[in-house]
């Protein structure tokens, strides 16, 4: 994971550094979602070593795009999905996607906050702890949730390079290693 962020951080800055004002930022942002989305999908993996792979994704990529900004891919974003495929690095779009993400929301002073939860958050509990991370951090935030039942209780929350683990499983190791001492 850490050496395909590694990877990917290059092409996230390349790509922002080349968007040249916020509604080329936001084609970008919409297609790297986008194309996170379809490469996460159960099926991908499965096809991703085949041959004629890149003209599925593309075309898949092509439909979706339609729907959500009635046009589908632009040239650019057909060039990236080429080069990614020539230096065989296609797997690293969802990588290369939040790390955009954290980019352009760095660029406009927005805190990304990411939380990974044992159980999903309701309304409310998300809009609480959008206003929590605001207080905390002095900016706008955005959050990123994911939901991780290995957890068993609580949730970890990562910003700015701090980590906050408020899980059972966590707890559970920091008295591990207290007796351990």
Known sequence: M??????????AKAILA??????AQQQWQQFLHTAKAVMQSPEVPEHLALPGFLSQLQDWLEQLL?????????????????LLEEHDRIAILPEIAD??????????????????????LSSAEEKSLQMLMQEKTGRDVVLDIHEDAA??????????????????RGRIAEFAQKLDD
């Open 2 to 11: 850490a050496e395909s962020k590694t990877v990917a951080r290059p092409y």
């Open 18 to 23: 080349n968007a040249s004002d916020g509604k």
């Open 66 to 82: 339609k729907k959500q900004r009635r046009h589908g891919l632009y040239s650019e974003e057909n060039n990236l999905l080429r």
């Open 99 to 120: 790390i955009y993400d954290e980019l352009l929301y760095a660029k406009s002073d927005v805190c990304m906050v990411h939380i990974t939860t044992a159980q999903s």
């Open 151 to 168: 957890l068993l209780a609580g949730v970890i929350i990562e910003y700015d390079g701090l980590v906050i683990d408020q899980t059972l």
